[in-house]
């Protein structure tokens, strides 16, 4: 029953920003990791930007300085600011959470339906 939204994606022009939003929803008793991925056509799913519960974070190479991952665990959302996007960043965005739903702690990871986002001019 746990589920995750997202939202935000569509059609930008090269150096332009969007910025996606996701949000679990259901039975959550503790969220740990959140991230985001990536997938072209044909292409398998690559990380883009990882937060943890403690606030660190990861980025790919390819979006450094340019994207921005943040998280409010009240609400149960992660959001993913990106800047000074490129063509090569077109892809189908997905969002990843790792949810224990009672107090097992019995985490489990989920994956959003996902969100195109291109970049053309």
């Known amino acids: 029953q746990v589920q995750l939204v997202e939202s935000g994606g569509g059609l930008v022009q090269p150096g332009g920003s969007l910025r996606l939003s996701c949000a679990a929803t259901g039975t959550i008793f503790s969220i740990d990791y959140m991230g985001w991925y990536r997938q072209a056509p044909g292409k398998q799913r690559d990380l883009v930007a990882s937060?943890?519960?403690?606030?660190?974070?990861d980025y790919a190479d390819a979006v450094k300085g340019r994207f921005t991952i943040s998280r409010d665990n009240a609400k149960n959302t992660v959001d993913l600011q990106m800047n000074s996007l490129k063509p090569e960043d077109t892809a189908v965005y997905y969002c990843?959470?790792?949810?224990?739903?009672?107090?097992?702690?019995?985490?489990?990871?989920?994956w959003g339906q996902g969100t195109q986002v291109t970049v053309s001019s």
């Open positions: 990843n959470a790792q949810v224990a739903a009672s107090l097992d702690f019995n985490f489990r990871y989920y």
């Open positions: 937060i943890f519960s403690d606030g660190s974070t």
